[in-house]
């Protein structure tokens, strides 16, 4: 189907078109699909005419705390720089410094030359991404090691793209050169089911999708009296209880849910017996 017949077939059946929050998600969406099957697959993301600064991790932070230098960022700036103790938007393909952040050892300068998209991908495979900076402190960190030059990537850029269901964690997984508002590719967005990488197509390819389901558990006590003798661990007692359950709920226009079933304690019991209490 196209981007948008997609879109539709998933709304009316399921929830939506995939969202993608991880690479455990993206893990998870390959190993569903059938070995011999080797193209791509549209997924929910669309650019859209909206623009906002997220960070390589998939935060959405600035708002909380910037670091820009006077007159950043500029028309065509779409990833961030930092030099000086300050934060410089540069066009996403300049070939420039970078800086890794690495869990265990905090901030480390690269000093060999590659692209926004690059130095994200070298920093996610060895060591745990581009920096992101959420206080003055971590923006002290980082000057200690970068000081007054060279430019250095960070993980800050430009991103205009939206989730279907509006989702707005911002994790991409990018072939490169499609990281940020590349144009003339399309404004909708496929996955390899080889590389596993995001490649920005036109949105009326004919693809094969990913649907996903919204899935909500909602747990619910319940008292019962008991008029008469029942052996309350009979399988087949609790299975009429859920009928009847079920027919209720329905009967009352609840009819929203895909299964009910019990949910037992940590040593395995359903059901636990209660004094009766006479109220006045």
Same mark, same amino acid.
């Given at each position: 189907?196209?981007w948008?017949?997609?879109?539709? %077939?998933?709304?009316?059946r @399921?929830t939506?078109?995939?969202?993608?929050?991880?690479? &455990?998600?993206?893990?998870?969406?390959?190993? !569903?699909v059938? &070995?011999? %099957?080797?193209?791509?697959?549209?997924?929910?993301?669309?650019?859209?005419?909206?623009?906002?600064?997220?960070?390589?991790?998939?935060? &959405?932070?600035?708002?909380?705390?910037?670091?820009?230098?006077? #007159?950043?960022?500029?028309? #065509?700036?779409? *990833?961030?720089?930092?030099?000086?103790?300050?934060?410089?938007? @540069?066009? *996403?393909?300049?070939?420039?410094?970078?800086?890794?952040?690495n869990?265990?050892?905090g901030?480390?300068?690269?000093?060999?030359? +590659?692209n926004?998209? &690059?130095?994200? #991908?070298? *920093? +996610?495979? %060895?060591?745990?991404?581009?920096?992101?900076?959420?206080?003055?402190?971590?923006q002290?960190?980082?000057?200690?090691?970068?000081g007054?030059?060279?430019?250095?990537?960070?993980?800050?850029?430009l991103?205009?793209?939206?989730?279907?269901?509006?989702?707005?964690?911002?994790?991409?997984?990018?072939?490169?050169? %499609?990281?940020?508002?590349?144009?003339?590719?399309?404004?909708?967005?496929?996955?390899s089911?080889?590389? /596993? /990488?995001?490649v920005?197509?036109?949105?009326?390819e004919?693809?094969?999708?990913? *649907?996903?389901?919204?899935? +909500?558990?909602? !747990?619910v006590?319940?008292?019962?009296?008991?008029?008469? /003798?029942?052996?309350l661990?009979?399988?087949?007692?609790?299975t009429?209880?859920?009928?009847?359950?079920?027919? +209720?709920? /329905?009967?009352?226009?609840?009819?929203?849910?895909?299964?009910?079933s019990?949910?037992?304690?940590?040593?395995?019991?359903?059901?636990?017996?209660?004094n009766?209490?006479?109220?006045?």
């Open positions: 189907m196209t948008t017949q997609a879109q539709s %077939y998933c709304r009316e @399921f939506d078109l995939a969202t993608v929050d991880s690479m &455990d998600d993206v893990n998870t969406m390959m190993n !569903t059938n &070995d011999g %099957y080797s193209g791509s697959v549209w997924i929910g993301l669309q650019n859209t005419t909206q623009s906002r600064w997220v960070w390589s991790n998939g935060e &959405d932070t600035i708002s909380q705390y910037s670091a820009w230098n006077p #007159g950043d960022p500029s028309d #065509g700036s779409y *990833c961030v720089a930092f030099i000086s103790n300050a934060w410089h938007g @540069f066009p *996403c393909g300049t070939e420039l410094y970078f800086v890794c952040f869990e265990m050892t901030y480390i300068l690269m000093n060999i030359y +590659k926004w998209t &690059d130095a994200q #991908g070298y *920093c +996610k495979q %060895y060591h745990t991404d581009l920096p992101t900076i959420h206080n003055s402190q971590e002290s960190q980082l000057y200690a090691v970068v007054d030059g060279p430019w250095a990537w960070i993980g800050l850029y991103d205009s793209w939206q989730w279907s269901d509006q989702w707005n964690l911002a994790f991409r997984n990018w072939a490169t050169g %499609y990281t940020y508002r590349t144009s003339g590719f399309g404004d909708c967005v496929t996955m089911t080889v590389s /596993k /990488k995001w920005q197509s036109p949105c009326n004919l693809h094969h999708f990913f *649907c996903f389901l919204d899935v +909500k558990i909602q !747990t006590r319940l008292n019962l009296s008991l008029d008469g /003798k029942y052996n661990h009979d399988p087949s007692l609790q009429a209880i859920l009928k009847k359950i079920s027919e +209720k709920l /329905k009967s009352a226009g609840l009819n929203s849910f895909n299964t009910i019990w949910r037992t304690d940590e040593v395995g019991e359903l059901f636990h017996r209660q009766k209490t006479t109220f006045n």
